[in-house]
């Protein structure tokens, strides 16, 4: 293993977009994932396949997949909460698949309408189709640092639900700090704990930047050996099932400080700034990427 390569998921165009109020038209998502596409980024996640009533933003999910230009060097993935989705994910052609779940009951139940246990039991198939569809899986746990609604959330419990996705079939684990609470001793104490039951060449954290912690939460992560990140270029996103939720961490900041520690994470910065500005004059506001801005201003 190449102890220096860094993994980058952009998560922007699904986690970026869907809590979006304005409606992005789709010929606008396609070209910008056109444009994520040439930025050398391995992953892009262009939407969900969800419920068009739970994320209206993303009401044009077979549209998207279908009109992105393919590129061999890029996975396209979707997120997918059951076998509805998954069938309509395959249809259209999805290179990767991302399944989800919280590990707070009470998150879970606000953004999926099932328990927990309920929702391991819809996934159990999903993964299993995906997986015979030779299709990658990457499995999304929410809540990881702390719930919206029921605070702490201990760490065996995510270890649980972890071991439950890997057993499924999952090729790798996301764990989301969804309200962006985490700070970098906790995520240090919940790596570390992880480590003892789960290698982690299969986690990646997900990160969100609501109080500013995110870049220090993944250098913690790194120096403990997490070499995948997930970020959304321009630091759009937030779920729109937990208050207080905001965007990414920027995809820009991210490499920024990946190749900073000495990571190779194979993308070319300018151009994934030019896909942040790109992205900001369509919705019209400042958006909170650091390089973004900084390329503004100069
Ligand atoms: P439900 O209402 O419980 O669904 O919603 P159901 O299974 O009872 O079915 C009800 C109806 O929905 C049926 O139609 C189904 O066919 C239809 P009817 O028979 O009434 O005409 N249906 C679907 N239609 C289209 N696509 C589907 C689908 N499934 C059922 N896939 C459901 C359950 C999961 C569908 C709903 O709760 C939902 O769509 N939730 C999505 C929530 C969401 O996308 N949240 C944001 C993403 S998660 C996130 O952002 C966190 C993350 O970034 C990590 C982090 O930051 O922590 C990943
Ligand atoms: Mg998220």
């Not at 699904?14 to 038209?25: M, P, S």
């Not at 419990?157 to 970098?184: F, K, M, N, W, Y």
């Amino acid at each position: 293993m190449n102890e220096k390569k860094v993994k980058i998921r952009e998560v922007g165009p699904r986690d970026g977009l869907q809590n979006e109020r304005q409606w992005i038209e789709t010929e606008d998502k396609i070209n910008w994932i056109n444009q994520l596409a040439e930025t050398g980024l391995s992953y892009i996640e262009l939407t969900s396949f969800v419920h068009p009533k739970w994320i209206p933003a993303l009401a044009d999910a077979n549209e998207v997949v279908k009109g992105v230009k393919r590129n061999k060097s890029v996975s396209f993935g979707a997120l997918v909460p059951n076998e509805r989705g998954l069938e309509r994910a395959l249809q259209v052609g999805i290179d990767e698949v991302a399944v989800f779940l919280s590990a707070s009951e009470t998150h879970n139940r606000k953004n999926i309408n099932k328990s927990i246990k309920e929702t391991i039991n819809i996934l159990k198939p999903v993964v299993y189709q995906a997986k015979l569809a030779d299709k990658s899986v990457r499995g999304y746990i929410s809540t990881v640092f702390g719930c919206p609604y029921e605070g702490n959330v201990n760490v065996q419990r995510v270890i649980a639900i972890a071991q439950s996705l890997l057993e499924l079939g999952v090729d790798e684990v996301s764990l989301g700090d969804t309200t962006g609470i985490a700070t970098p001793n906790q995520v240090e104490a919940v790596l570390q704990e992880l480590a003892r039951k789960i290698s982690l060449e299969t986690i990646a954290l997900h990160p969100h930047d609501t109080r500013g912690t995110a870049l220090a939460n993944v250098f913690a992560a790194y120096r403990l050996g997490v070499r995948t990140f997930d970020g959304a270029t321009a630091g759009l996103g937030g779920c729109p099932y937990a208050p207080g939720a905001s965007g990414n961490v920027a995809t820009e900041d991210l490499v920024y400080l990946l190749e900073g520690l000495g990571a190779q994470t194979g993308i070319h910065l300018e151009r994934l700034v030019n896909c942040g500005k790109w992205i900001q004059n369509k919705l019209k506001r400042n958006l909170p990427s650091h390089h973004l801005q900084i390329a503004l201003a100069s």
